[in-house]
Structures are given as C-alpha cells and as structure tokens.
C-alpha cells in the first residue's frame, strides 16, 4: 500500500461536509493530519463541535480537531441555517461529541504543520468559507511553497451561483480570504457548482446508504434526506448537488472528474457580484492560469465510491 496523502480538512459542518469527512476517514489512502473548524454554514461554535459529532460516528475519537476564524476577514458572518438547519447537521440525532476540542488555533495548527512537515507532503481541502488559509498565509507566507496543493469546494461559472445569481456560498461568506488564496500562487483544484450540481443524491443512491445496515450508512441518509429537501424546491430535481465530497472523492479518483486549467479571479469591489469567481474558460485574457477548475464528473463513479468507502466504517 503507498504512503497515504496527507491533508487537513478545513470544514464548516454542514451536512455534505459531513459525508466529506466520512468519506475521507473510510479511505486508507488519506492520513488526517487534523481538521480545523470555521464559522460558515452555522457559527464556529456549532461547526467545531459537528466535526467532533462525524469524529465519534465514524469511531475516530482520536482525529484532532482545532477551532479557527470566527468570522470572515472584511465583511460580516453569513450563515445558512435555512439550508442545513439550526445545528448544521439536522437530520439524524447525533449525540453530544465528548472527544475534546484542541486548545490550538486552527491557524496556528494549519502553520506550524507545514512548516514542520516535509516540504510538499500536506495537502489542504477547504470545505467551507477560505479565511483560515487566508489567514494562515497572510501570518506565514512561507507556507504557500511547502503545500502539495489546495483542493477545495467553492464557486459556480456556468451554473452561476446558489447565494446571489453570481456567488456560491463559501466564495461569497469570505471572498477576500477566497482573493488571498487565488493569488497565493499554491496548486489549486476547484470544485464549483459546475461540478456539484451534477452530483445529485437522488432517492436510489441515498437508499444505497441506508441498505449498508450500519450506524454511519444510516446517518449518512439521514444527513442528505435533510439537506436535499431545500435544494430539490429550488431546482425541482430528484435529489439535491452533494457539494463538499466531490474534494475528498478527486484526491481518491481523480479520473472521476474532468476540467481544465484556467484563471480564477475572484470579485471583492461590487456588491452586484460580491464573491463571483470569474473563470477564464476559455482563456480570453492574458491572466495566469492559476487553477484546475473541474466541470464535469462521473455522478456513478462517485456515488458508487461514496457506498463503497461509507460502508467501510
């Protein structure tokens, strides 16, 4: 078996952070090195503690997880209780985490990791709003050169966006941690709603979940009975986009995904467009290529990984 990869998990639970995680901890070929908390889908206060709910369902009491940025860098806290409830994890009852919350900032944690590790051996994934890494590399620019790469949810182009007509949520909660992460100069692999949108958890694939008999496969449903409901009004589709997993799933199987390298900017001037990532697709400008943006993913494949690594736990 090759040395798994290594990566932090920065997350805002989120019932599709939920199934992100899971997913990451039924897959040998990953090592969490730590996940760190931020405020996003619900405050910080509620995202740190759902990590340490999906820690104690999955049975991994021992994955350290260390509470981060309590609010965006500029502008005031978004959240989306109307998406995934008062908790960020409604749906099944999961009880109280007693795993402890480490004392470490998250960005500290996120700094001192990669300065300590091997050059080029930890990989972030960003599952919510981008200001810990923000943060983490306005305080050690140093870090930027030593991180394999950065692969994370955020931001829509074709499919325009899910909070504003032009933003996604996470890119629009902190589009100046998202300016400050484009511009790092660090690998970059985008999963926008681009992507997601065609990952869609219809009622047969989350049934696939609940058939595993298990105590994940059950809350797993449960956690996207929940989610879906908001998306399936909006859209009027058979099941809801199943967002954050598409992260863990390309370090997995990256041939499950197809897109192509473009220039990302994103907008932080205009309240009309306030966190629209502007995707050069077909590269009409001169700016730099600065990350591999996916369009198109293998929906089977994916679920088909999802059941497969879920019911390892």
Same mark, same amino acid.
């Given at each position: 078996?090759?040395?798994?990869?290594?990566?932090?998990?920065?997350? @805002?639970?989120?019932?599709?952070?939920?199934?992100?995680?899971?997913?990451?901890?039924?897959?040998?070929?990953?090592?969490?090195?730590?996940?760190?908390?931020?405020?996003?889908?619900?405050?910080?206060?509620?995202?740190?503690?759902?990590?340490?709910?999906?820690?104690?369902?999955?049975?991994?009491?021992?994955?350290?997880?260390?509470?981060?940025?309590?609010?965006?860098?500029?502008?005031?806290? $978004?959240?989306?209780?109307?998406?995934?409830?008062?908790?960020?994890?409604?749906?099944?009852?999961?009880?109280?985490?007693?795993?402890?919350?480490?004392?470490?900032?998250?960005?500290?944690?996120?700094?001192?990791?990669?300065?300590?590790?091997?050059?080029?051996?930890?990989?972030?994934?960003?599952?919510?709003?981008?200001?810990?890494?923000?943060?983490? %590399?306005?305080?050690?620019?140093?870090?930027?050169?030593?991180?394999?790469?950065?692969?994370?949810?955020?931001?829509?182009?074709?499919?325009?966006?899910?909070?504003?007509?032009?933003?996604?949520?996470?890119?629009?909660?902190?589009?100046?941690?998202?300016?400050?992460?484009?511009?790092?100069?660090?690998?970059?692999? $985008?999963?926008?709603?681009? $992507?997601?949108?065609?990952?869609? &958890?219809?009622?047969?694939? *989350?049934?696939?979940?609940?058939?595993?008999?298990?105590?994940?496969?059950?809350?797993?449903?449960?956690? !996207?009975?929940?989610?879906?409901?908001?998306?399936?009004?909006?859209?009027? &589709?058979?099941?809801?986009? %199943?967002? @954050?997993?598409? *992260?863990?799933?390309?370090?997995?199987?990256?041939?499950?995904?197809?897109?192509?390298?473009?220039?990302?900017?994103?907008?932080?001037?205009?309240? !009309?467009?306030?966190?629209? &990532?502007?995707? @050069?697709?077909?590269? *009409?400008?001169?700016?730099?290529?600065?990350?591999?943006?996916?369009?198109?993913?293998?929906? @089977?494949?994916?679920?088909?990984?999802?059941?497969?690594? %879920?019911?390892?736990?």
């Amino acid at each position: 078996m090759p040395i798994p990869r290594r990566i932090i998990i920065d997350t @805002d639970p989120g019932q599709d952070d939920a199934v992100a995680i899971l997913l990451a901890l039924g897959s040998p070929e990953l090592e969490i090195v730590g996940i760190t908390a931020v405020a996003g889908n619900v405050p910080l206060g509620l995202t740190e503690k759902n990590a340490r709910k999906i820690c104690e369902l999955a049975g991994r009491p021992d994955i350290k997880v260390y509470p981060g940025a309590v609010r965006p860098l500029v502008r005031r806290p $978004v959240t989306a209780e109307h998406v995934h409830g008062k908790t960020g994890l409604d749906g099944p009852s999961l009880p109280e985490p007693t795993m402890p919350l480490q004392e470490q900032h998250a960005v500290d944690f996120i700094v001192e990791t990669v300065m300590n590790e091997e050059s080029g051996s930890i990989t972030l994934c960003p599952l919510g709003p981008l200001t810990n890494i923000a943060l983490a %590399l306005n305080r050690e620019p140093r870090i930027a050169p030593r991180i394999r790469e950065i692969v994370l949810m955020g931001g829509g182009f074709f499919e325009g966006g899910n909070v504003t007509p032009t933003a996604e949520f996470n890119i629009y909660v902190d589009p100046h941690a998202a300016d400050v992460v484009f511009h790092s100069g660090i690998p970059i692999v $985008v999963m926008p709603l681009d $992507v997601t949108h065609k990952a869609l &958890t219809t009622a047969k694939r *989350v049934q696939a979940f609940r058939a595993l008999g298990s105590k994940v496969g059950e809350a797993a449903a449960a956690l !996207l009975d929940f989610f879906e409901r908001f998306d399936e009004e909006k859209y009027g &589709t058979d099941g809801g986009p %199943l967002h @954050d997993p598409c *992260v863990i799933a390309y370090l997995l199987r990256p041939e499950l995904f197809n897109g192509r390298q473009c220039n990302v900017a994103v907008e932080i001037a205009s309240e !009309l467009t306030m966190g629209m &990532t502007v995707v @050069d697709w077909w590269g *009409v400008t001169d700016r730099p290529k600065n990350a591999l943006v996916m369009r198109d993913i293998d929906a @089977d494949g994916f679920f088909a990984l999802l059941t497969e690594r %879920l019911g390892r736990l």
